[in-house]
């Protein structure tokens, strides 16, 4: 979990989780009202994820790193 302090952010904003049939990440936008970006593009529903992806949620920018 990973919370971010703003006003412009939902309590349950979006997810990263691991999808076995894709064999990757899938970055979900959770119906926020202010929405998720990646790489610059609106995330409408989910989006799969590589390294070093750019989140960026209100005024927070995230870089995606799987472990």
């Known amino acids: 979990d990973l919370q971010l302090r703003s006003d412009k952010v939902s ?17 979900t936008d959770n119906a926020s009202k202010n929405g998720v970006l990646v790489n610059d593009r609106r995330v409408i529903g989910s989006r799969p994820l590589a390294p070093g992806d750019r989140i960026r949620v209100a005024e927070y920018d995230l870089v995606f790193q799987p472990d």
């Open 11 to 27: 309590k349950h904003h979006f997810t990263i989780h691991w999808d076995d049939e894709a064999a990757t990440y899938l970055l």
